[in-house]
């Protein structure tokens, strides 16, 4: 059942990118619990669907949307905005948490063309969702802003290097965001680490518990623990913040190593 008490965003509408599973799943899911309306999207519908009936089953009162859509794709990103401001006004909160991954390796051998779609989905897609609602009417009444990075945008890896350095791309432009964007617009982003996902399982290959024990806390992160620091970032609480990149990473970074 939704606690009221932690209602602080009531009254405002959420786009939740990616959010068919793990982490835009609990993001949907926890600014839901807050009192925000939400729009969530998805390539697969079948999945989003599924994704919007988990939201409302854990808060009954939540206003939910489900657009299948694909980030990489301007006319679906611009068909999403429509419908999220279609069904709720506006689009007030912003989470752009679509990411792909689908080079691993050394960047001499990589597909060049795999490379590109990387970037054009996880930084161009990113700045193309925040175009379509800051003309939709987010640049007249403000709004929220968080852009999902990653611990691998702010340290190498040589396994997930062109991810990484679209994530360091994602970060570079949260900061140029928020400078142009302010005062009325926050844009924040979150560099999570390790996180139990099915997106994250070749990274745990050698086994959870001994991943986990090079973090500081000893254990991985949950998509719960985003959401926490998302929702955080997106409320009044954090009225002050633009700009930042919040690391989420059990004490990852703080070790000098990733």
Known sequence: MTDTTTQDLKGRSALVTGASRGIGLAIATELATRGAAVAITGRKPEPLQ?????????????SVLAVPSNTGDPDSRA???RQAVSAHGVVDILINNTGI???YGELMKADLTGVSKIFDTNVVGALGYLQECYHAGMAERGGAVVNIASVAGLRSTGVIAAYGASKAALIRLTE???????????VNAVAPGVVKTKFAEALVAAGEDTVAQTYPLR????????????AFLVSDTASWITGETLRVDGGLLATGGI
């Open 219 to 230: 254990r991985l992160g949950t998509p719960e623990d985003i959401a926490s620091a998302v």
């Open 176 to 186: 140029e965001l928020a400078w142009q964007l302010g005062p009325t617009i926050r």
């Open 79 to 81: 068909d999403a905005v």
């Open 50 to 62: 599924e994704a919007a009936a988990t939201i409302t089953a854990d808060v009954p009162d939540a």
């Open 101 to 103: 991954n689908p080079v």
